[in-house]
């Protein structure tokens, strides 16, 4: 083979080799990542947690999936996910957001990684910017998608009276989207957070019939406001 | 392919998560009211967040809750107490459970729902070192850590302290302190209970009306009339149930 080929040929193999040696381990963080996730399904639909050692069995095998191929959002995600079970542990909910933020900044227009974020928030109690950035940011992204939609409608609602305006605003959108797609569900959520006047300004949204009963309850709100 | 696989059992993961929460509602909240989960640092409490096992609530002073639980039953407190859910566990489809509540101070009015109904040795509260047991429906538990109290509204309540067990039915009452118990009607012990436990008695009668909203499921919305039996294409109304995101991951889709 002539040098010039040589030149061409060897750097070409090397970036091959490269590139299929990446794609392996891709394919198996993927694999670890779906493993991990089918097993936490199987723990809730059991309903039987796995304890400590179950748990930490699975954070290890997702944490070495993610040195080898690193990058991996779903890792984070799922990591963060086993992190919020580890409540035994004072730090729990800020390891799950350290996990949670690595997925936001691998995977930023993912409105379920912000969504995650709004949760983990919640529970730590914050208020503010803190919360509710990631709600009009999940908000934005995910406007169609129906987790993102009660994430935000079930939190937004829940720190209503402290919301910022244009919070509140995504909020409402939120609304706007989940009564076209099950009004039903999107005021029961309004209902259990004290908040149905705001979802019932959006009763006529709703394109499919709503039961009689839910029209009698926002009209009961109107005369009473 | 791989990366919908994993999507798909987000999702599943989060069906499930929703589907097997187990616990109680906030349905009316006043003043400062916080919970402790597991070992994380107290947040505030807000009204429809969700209280499950292995939480501890606290009330701040002219403060209340009343939270309903999966299977109806109330479980209402007045300012300044604390209270641990140890056990509360469900099953809807046979309306059978555990609930075992551990009231550390303050005052509390329990009303059973299915679980108490169906297995009254099921319901269990602690209250100091008294254990308190239902076999009825309505009763108030008070107590400053060391002495207990227990008024009975409807049905039966039992009450022990060390070897001693008595049954206490509606319309009386029992005193735990020093070791013994002294039964009487509900207004001889309310009229031996020291100010502070005479104060918890008053906030808790004080919560009728958000306990009576709790048991409706109206949660201060207007009680509408009953609506026309549906037809067959119609949406859920409102008293079904429909699953928050509560505790559940809202990473999964």
């Known amino acids: 083979m002539r040098p010039g080929r040589l030149a061409i040929v060897i750097p070409a193999a090397v970036l091959l080799a ?26 809730t639909a059991s309903g039987h947690e796995p304890g400590a050692a179950g748990v930490q069995w699975l954070i290890e095998d997702l944490e070495r999936a993610r040195t080898s191929a690193p990058g991996d959002p779903n890792i984070e995600e799922i990591l963060g996910s086993l992190d919020m079970k580890r409540n035994d542990r004072p730090e729990f909910l800020d390891e799950a957001l350290v996990h949670y933020r690595q997925a936001v900044a691998l995977r930023p ?9 709004v949760m983990a928030e919640y529970r730590k109690g914050a208020t503010g910017r803190e919360i509710e950035m990631p709600m009009r940011n999940a908000a934005l992204l995910g406007p169609a998608e129906p987790e993102v939609q009660r994430a935000v409608i079930d939190y937004g609602l829940a720190l209503w009276d402290e919301e910022r305006p244009d919070t509140r605003q995504a909020v409402e959108r939120t609304i706007t989207a989940a009564m076209k797609r099950d009004a039903a569900e999107t005021l029961q959520i309004a209902r259990r957070r004290g908040r149905l006047a705001v979802a019932c300004r959006h009763l006529a949204d709703a394109p499919r019939r709503v039961d009689p009963e839910w029209r009698l309850l926002c009209r009961g709100r109107e005369e009473q406001s | 392919m791989k990366r919908i696989s994993i999507l798909l059992a987000l999702l599943t993961l989060f069906v499930a998560e929703v589907a097997m929460a187990a616990g109680a509602v906030v349905t009316s909240l006043a003043g ?12 505030a409490l807000r009204v429809g967040d969700e209280v499950a096992q292995g939480d501890t609530i606290f009330t701040g002073a002219n403060s209340s809750i009343v939270m309903k639980f999966d299977d109806g039953q109330i479980a209402a407190l007045t300012a300044n107490s604390r209270m641990q859910v140890n056990t509360y566990s469900y099953d809807p489809p046979t309306q059978r459970g555990n609930i075992l509540l551990s009231l550390v101070v303050g005052g509390m009015r329990a009303i059973t729902g299915f679980i108490g109904h169906n297995q009254p040795n099921n319901v269990r509260f602690h209250a100091a070192t008294a254990t308190i047991g239902i076999r ?7 107590t400053d ?9 409807e049905g039966a309540f039992t009450f022990t302290l060390g070897t001693q067990t008595i049954v206490i039915p509606a319309g009386r009452g029992a005193l735990g302190a020093n070791g013994q118990i002294t039964p009487g ?3 001889q012990i309310f009229n031996r ?24 499921g109206r949660q201060g919305q207007p009680n509408p009339p009953p609506p026309p039996p549906p037809p067959p294409s119609q949406t859920p109304g409102p008293n079904t149930p429909t699953g928050g995101t509560g505790g559940g991951s809202a990473s999964s889709r």
């Open chain 1, 18 to 43: 490269t590139f299929a040696s990446a794609a392996v381990r891709l394919g198996s963080s993927g694999e670890v990542a779906y493993r991990a996730a089918q097993e936490m399904a199987t723990w």
């Open chain 1, 109 to 117: 227009t993912s409105p379920y990684s912000w969504a995650d974020i």
């Open chain 2, 32 to 43: 400062s009211v916080q919970v402790q989960t597991g070992s994380a640092a107290p947040r």
């Open chain 2, 136 to 142: 009825g429906s309505d009763g108030m538990i008070i």
């Open chain 2, 145 to 153: 850590g060391t002495d207990v109290a227990v008024t009975v509204t």
């Open chain 2, 185 to 187: 009607t509900a207004q």
């Open chain 2, 193 to 216: 209970l020291p100010q502070n436990f005479q104060s918890a008695i008053g906030g808790l009668e004080g919560l009728t009306n958000s306990i009576n909203e709790a048991l409706e």
